[in-house]
C-alpha cells in the first residue's frame, strides 16, 4: 500500500504558477500510474493529468493542456504538477492519485490510492 501526501498549493493571481508536488511513502510510485485531479466547489471531481509507469507518457485534461505539466522524479519518490498560466477555473482541491494498473486512465475509479488534497486559490 502506498500513502501519498500532496503540497505546495496555496494562494496565487491570474497568470501565475505553482508546483505542486505528490510524496509517497511505502511503496516506490514507478510501480503506479499516476493522476493529478482537481475537484471545485459544487462540481465533480476531474482529471487534470496523468503519467504511466512503463514509458512515462503523459496525458492531459483539455482545460489545462498546454498549461501544466506533470513528471516524475523516481529518486525523490515524488510526482509533480507544474502549473503555468493559472486561471480563476483553475481553483480547486487538488489531488494526486495512484493506480496499480498498467494503462492510463481518466476515470477516478481506477485509481486505489489518494492523498488529502490541496488547496489551490487563483485570484483575479
Known amino acids: 500500500q502506498v500513502q501519498l501526501v500532496e503540497s505546495g498549493g496555496g494562494l496565487v493571481q491570474a497568470g501565475g504558477s505553482l508546483r505542486l508536488s505528490c510524496a509517497a511513502s511505502?511503496?516506490?510510485?514507478?510501480?503506479?500510474?499516476m493522476g493529478w485531479f482537481r475537484q471545485a466547489p459544487g462540481k465533480e471531481r476531474e482529471f487534470v493529468a496523468g503519467?504511466?509507469?512503463?514509458?512515462?507518457?503523459?496525458s492531459y485534461g483539455n482545460s489545462v493542456k498546454g498549461r501544466f505539466t506533470v513528471s516524475r522524479d523516481n529518486a525523490k519518490n515524488t510526482v509533480d504538477l507544474q502549473m503555468n498560466s493559472l486561471e480563476t477555473e483553475d481553483t480547486a482541491v487538488y489531488y494526486c492519485?495512484?493506480?496499480?494498473?498498467?494503462?492510463?486512465?481518466?476515470?477516478?475509479?481506477?485509481?486505489?490510492?489518494w492523498g488529502q488534497g490541496t488547496q489551490v486559490t487563483v485570484s483575479s
Open positions: 492519485a495512484a493506480s496499480p494498473r498498467y494503462s492510463m486512465s481518466l476515470d477516478e475509479r481506477r485509481y486505489d490510492y
Open positions: 511505502g511503496r516506490t510510485l514507478s510501480s503506479y500510474v
Open positions: 503519467i504511466r509507469r512503463s514509458d512515462g507518457r503523459t
